[in-house]
């Protein structure tokens, strides 16, 4: 064998004992790197990729617990037993509420139907993604997004009503918001660096159609619901009450992903079903229990929503 030839194989394989088998990394770093290539650069605008173009979506079963209450999805709704002994059918009674306070509301128009998927479980939040169908006149609308609820809160569906179809200025509804847990601070960074929100702002003021880029969530507000059109492609928006169409896709130790529902901008958009993922700083008082959820330990995350409790929509 040549001198040159012998030279790089042994070079080769004295270079090959200094990297440590990928199989034989420790768990948390394994952990660590998984996280960090999740998280990156919050997405443009995402959807339910997992859960499209499926003719037959199977249902799958899950089951959890904590300290005050088990958890029961099977397809046709989130049941929850409570250590008091008392027991909710989560979604059934969500319907029911919601239904009989929409149709007194309103008398040209009236509910089909409720559509509900759990989108992640952690404490005492329960987020899910919803889809009403309503007849006014001889058309049919349908309203999709999501929702937080907490359920330490006493009687939390009779609280709600029209507001899940119709923003009601400050009124309460029921439904958690992001400010509830951040500050409209951390929501304007965390706005501003969503690249559909950040190059639409850094377009307009470079165009001269904004003076000076927004400083606040107020203003941010502002130029969205002037300038719709500007963002998203133009088909899709942020709804007036976006703070509340919300839920928790995915944490590590420094971030939590939230996803936040989008209006489409025209009726033919509305099956598109499209979200903005804006990434937030980790909270102290939350993080512990995300973490758990993320991992699978006592909850999930919106990551593993479609892997845990499958496709199927609980119909009411």
Not at 1 to 16: D, E, N, Q, S, Y
Not at 248 to 267: G, P, W
Request: charged fraction near 25%; charge should be negative.
């Amino acid at each position: 064998m040549k001198p040159l030839k012998l030279f790089v194989l042994v070079f080769i394989a004295f270079a090959a004992s200094f990297v440590e088998p990928k199989n034989q990394r420790k768990p948390e770093l394994i952990e660590t790197l998984q996280a960090r290539e999740r998280i990156q650069e919050p997405q443009t605008v995402t959807g339910n990729e997992d859960c499209r173009n499926q003719e037959s979506p199977e249902t799958a079963v899950w089951q959890g617990a904590d300290a005050d209450r088990k958890f029961l999805w099977n397809g046709r709704d989130l049941s929850i037993a409570y250590a008091n002994g008392t027991k909710t059918d989560f979604f059934k009674d969500a319907a029911q509420t919601l239904r009989s306070k929409f149709e007194r509301q309103t008398r040209t128009c009236r509910s089909i139907d409720y559509h509900f998927r759990v989108k992640s479980i952690f404490g005492d939040y329960v987020s899910f993604e919803f889809e009403e169908s309503t007849v006014c006149g001889p058309g049919t609308y349908i309203k999709w997004g999501y929702r937080t609820v907490d359920l330490s809160r006493e009687q939390e569906f009779t609280k709600l009503g029209r507001e899940i179809e119709h923003g009601d200025g400050e009124a309460k509804t029921g439904f958690v918001s992001l400010k509830e847990f951040y500050s409209a601070d951390e929501i304007f960074s965390a706005l501003m660096i969503a690249p559909p929100i950040r190059d639409g702002i850094a377009r307009m003021f470079g165009e001269g159609r904004i003076a000076v880029k927004p400083t606040s969530l107020s203003e941010l507000e502002n130029v969205l619901s002037k300038n719709a059109y500007e963002f998203f492609d133009g088909m899709f928006f942020l709804p007036e009450r976006y703070l509340e169409g919300f839920h928790f896709h995915d944490a590590t130790s420094e971030f939590v992903i939230v996803k936040v529902n989008l209006q489409a901008s025209s009726h033919a958009g509305h099956a598109m079903q499209e979200s903005l993922e804006i990434k937030l700083p980790a909270k102290p008082n939350l993080q512990k229990q995300l973490l758990s959820a993320s991992s699978n330990t006592e909850g999930f995350l919106g990551k593993d929503s479609t892997s845990l409790t499958g496709c199927v929509w609980a119909k009411f």
